[in-house]
């Protein structure tokens, strides 16, 4: 079982930055594959970044490429999503997720989901 809590989000202005966390309770966390989703208002939820369980293998959709980073601390249980160049159309409610398995990219494989945290970015 993870338990896991979402910090960061805000209100921020096109081109801004904001550094999401998630931190992770459990004895699984540095075993599992971790992930970062989005739902806009009125849309479906997507993978923004998935990261694997050592950190080595990273997936990012093609919206964010070269703007967002994901990363983790397995000592601290924390993923993190740096996200640089933010624009308007990054608003949604921010989800982190973990897998249960130690590489996943797929929104359907993950399993632990954590409440979420706003991001409104400005124009």
């Known amino acids: 079982q993870v338990q896991l809590i979402e910090s960061g989000g805000g209100l921020v202005q096109a081109g801004g930055s904001l550094r999401l966390s998630c931190a992770a309770s459990g004895r699984t966390f540095s075993s599992t594959a971790m992930g970062w989703f989005r739902q806009a208002p009125g849309k479906e939820r997507e993978t923004v970044a998935t990261?694997?369980?050592?950190?080595?293998?990273?997936y990012y959709t093609d919206s964010v490429k070269g703007r967002f980073t994901i990363s983790r601390d397995n000592v601290k249980k924390t993923v993190y999503l740096q996200m640089n160049s933010l624009k308007p159309e990054d608003t949604a409610v921010y989800y982190c997720?973990?897998?249960?398995?130690?590489?996943?990219?797929?929104?359907?494989?993950?399993?632990?989901w954590g409440q979420g945290t706003q991001v409104t970015v400005s124009s």
């Open positions: 997720a973990a897998a249960g398995t130690s590489i996943a990219t797929r929104i359907w494989e993950y399993r632990y």
């Open positions: 990261i694997s369980w050592s950190g080595g293998n990273t």
